[in-house]
């Protein structure tokens, strides 16, 4: 089925993991030959990836104002521009509603919205308060375990959710990611920001077992590498963390971009974010956090078994030591990638299906 030419689509992007899931999809939506008009809007959040991949967009704050953007702003937008249809990334509903009020607005004008849910949990970028006037028409979820959890959490709102599966993590299952090697050990903490209190405080600078983590961490990786040519220790920041603290000496910040990093290190240490888990596709040595302290951070685990999890510190030594020397930390368990492809196909087909009437 093909997509209407007479109809007017609005492509808008936000949040960095919203990004990463639509590219591909955009990407592939330019190159067709019976595209519509086609308006594709990109917050600055995102504004880097897009050009990267030399996506043509309109900047969000040049064409209507700084983020974040009202829902009246987005009502008049909606309607001058005479918008038919609106595929879009879902936020969170605390620091910046720039997102949440486009679906709203959307939905007052009756203007289908299709919304891609990128991740396992965040369930609470759909409502505000206790109505859910952030839910898209229709959702496009990774897999039948977030597809059930949305039902039980929307109990019966009107919405439509497809599981398509997520077109970057089929990106990433299809790239050749080794590079890293040697006796030189690459180590990157890749940090998240604690929404659950909405702090938005890095896990890597709270408290574990007394002591900030990071402190802990950096102690015990440099004794354990320190008569082995040593090891490279750098913490990668999320764009919604905040208050960066003091780093332990020989840590630095990691700015490279992500492919880069993905690319170069050998051990990927997290919590449950999507970098980890894109991490693991790739291939890396991947050790997740479970501590006690870390219990209600998230509002739903991630339902994949990837990497391998640390519960104490006193664990972390040796699972790292023991992971290292099973083998080249290049070449994980990919497994998990064949659930993954054909994850853009799936997600254009959900917008033929609606934009596939002529007039």
Request: charged residues 25%; contains cysteine.
């Amino acid at each position: 089925m093909a997509l209407s030419v007479n109809k007017k689509l609005l492509l808008y992007v936000q949040d960095q993991g919203g990004a990463k899931f639509t590219t591909p999809v955009i990407k592939t939506l330019f190159h067709k030959e019976d595209i519509p008009n086609v308006l594709l809007i990109v917050h600055p959040l995102s504004e880097s990836l897009f050009q990267k991949n030399e996506i043509p967009f309109v900047s969000l704050k040049e064409l209507i104002g700084n983020p974040p953007v009202s829902i009246d702003d987005w009502t008049k937008f909606l309607r001058s521009e005479r918008i038919d249809y609106i595929f879009c990334t879902t936020s969170s509903p605390y620091l910046d509603l720039t997102n949440s009020h486009l679906i709203f607005s959307g939905k007052k004008l009756g203007i289908p919205v299709i919304g891609v849910f990128d991740h396992w949990k965040g369930f609470d970028r759909f409502f505000r308060e206790e109505s859910p006037d952030f839910l898209p028409d229709h959702i496009c979820c990774i897999d039948d375990f977030s597809r059930q959890r949305l039902l039980e959490i929307l109990d019966g709102q009107a919405a439509e959710i497809h599981t398509v599966g997520h077109p970057h993590l089929e990106e990433i299952c299809r790239e050749d990611w080794s590079g890293a090697g040697g006796e030189f050990k690459r180590i990157l903490l890749v940090s998240q920001p604690n929404t659950a209190d909405r702090s938005f405080k890095g896990i890597f600078f709270s408290k574990v077992e007394g002591y900030r983590l990071i402190d802990r961490l950096t102690d015990l990786i440099s004794s354990l590498f320190s008569g082995e040519g040593g090891a490279e220790i750098r913490i990668r920041m999320h764009p919604k963390e905040r208050c960066p603290e003091s780093l332990p000496l020989g840590v630095e910040y990691d700015h490279q971009s992500w492919n880069q990093s993905l690319r170069e290190n050998q051990v990927f240490i997290g919590f449950d974010s999507m970098a980890l888990v894109e991490a693991y596709l790739a291939g890396k040595f991947c050790i997740r956090l479970g501590f006690p302290e870390f219990k209600n951070i998230s509002d739903n685990s991630i339902p994949l078994r990837f990497g391998v999890e640390v519960r104490e510190l006193a664990e972390f030594a040796r699972v790292i030591e023991e992971g290292l020397a099973a083998g080249d930390p290049k070449t994980g368990d990919r497994k998990l990638c064949a659930e993954f492809f054909g994850s853009t196909d799936r997600v254009l087909a959900v917008l033929e299906r609606l934009m596939g009437q002529s007039g």
